[in-house]
């Protein structure tokens, strides 16, 4: 039996059969893997408790015909804090949703993996009753996935003219996918109204990196912003709605969870 081994974590898992899972698992060198795991739900089955949410693990997978298989897993972190407050699992499911529904299988980008890696670390280290770290760290997330994905929203010229944007009073265009001034509007009538704060911490967040350990410490620099950083829950949650807008129009899926997140 051919198989490869990586690390990964589980983005979507589901019961098949009696006692079967199909598990997703983003890894850190094959990008999303799709496969089998026999037996998984089984009380005595080996894998049991190795194939839960939210572990970071090392897996074998085993190659197979129609789809691969799960030959073994050991848990190396259990991010069992995420657990414990409901907002930041539900967070953290739309995080898990986020990049099935974004990454195709068998595509490996390591920056994706590690931005991924490190924002499950990060919202199993927080605080439960810190919400505006918990949103911020969804919204660098949202902000990079898109970037790491190829499409990214025109934040500092005018989506029609042009010119450079000035944080005066601005609106956003998912028809010409960035932001518009208001002299320009009657190009798009269904542009809607965006604060400044929005583009401020779009560009404040966005990491333009390509080197993988320039991308890492561009995280970290991240994490260490978002640790400071004061936005009011209103511009949070004009970031959240539109950026998630933005993507489920760009991959043409819809992103269930979000309808949990801003509650
Ligand atoms: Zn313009």
Known sequence: MSTYKTEGIIIRRSHFGESSLILNVYTKDFGKVEAVARSAR???GKLKGHLELFLLSDFVFAYGKSIDKVANSFSLENYENIKNNLNISFGTYYILELTDRITENGYRNERMYYLFKETMKFLNSLATDNALKYYLTIIQYQINVMQLSGFFPEINKCVVCKEKIKLEENHFSF????VIQKKCLCNDVSAIGIDND???IMRLLKINKSNVDEYKNSIKDNIKIIEKLK???KIIFQLIKLINQFIENNIE??????DF???
């Open 231 to 233: 936005v009011k829950k």
């Open 261 to 263: 997140l801003m509650v």
């Open 198 to 200: 929005v583009i401020k």
């Open 42 to 44: 089984k009380a005595k």
């Open 175 to 178: 028809f010409h996918g960035g």
């Open 253 to 258: 899926k819809r992103i269930n969870s979000v």
